[in-house]
Nanobody, 118 residues
């Protein structure tokens, strides 16, 4: 069965860095676009970044461009989100999601909490 497991979240000071990972299993990982989506406290879901199956094409929310880098290692079935220069407004639960199906995303991970605070 399809599984997506995020890790790497935590508490970091403004200006700090974190690297999130999303370990995938149960499907041909390289065959799918993958996304990072976040949900801040009291707010709705917000798309953050996406990349294609090879990782050659990447897309970012304007507010994270130049600070976040999405990547994947298809040999390890893992996607990453390197987050630098973190801001308090980046505080959210971060989910990885597989792009597919009629509702844009057909599988989600359980999420990992990122808190940016001094």
């Amino acid at each position: 069965q399809v599984q997506l497991v995020e890790s790497g979240g935590g508490l970091v000071q403004p200006g700090g860095s974190l690297r999130l990972s999303c370990a995938a299993s149960g499907f041909t990982f390289s065959g799918y676009h993958m996304s990072w989506v976040r949900q801040a406290p009291g707010k709705g879901l917000e798309w953050v970044s996406e990349l294609n199956g090879s990782g050659a094409m990447t897309y970012y929310l304007d507010s994270v461009k130049g600070r976040f880098t999405i990547s994947r290692d298809n040999a390890k079935n893992t996607m990453y989100l390197q987050m630098n220069m973190l801001k308090p407004e980046d505080t959210a639960v971060y989910y990885c999601a597989r792009v597919g199906g009629t509702a844009r995303y057909d599988y989600w991970g359980q999420g990992t909490q990122v808190t940016v605070s001094s």
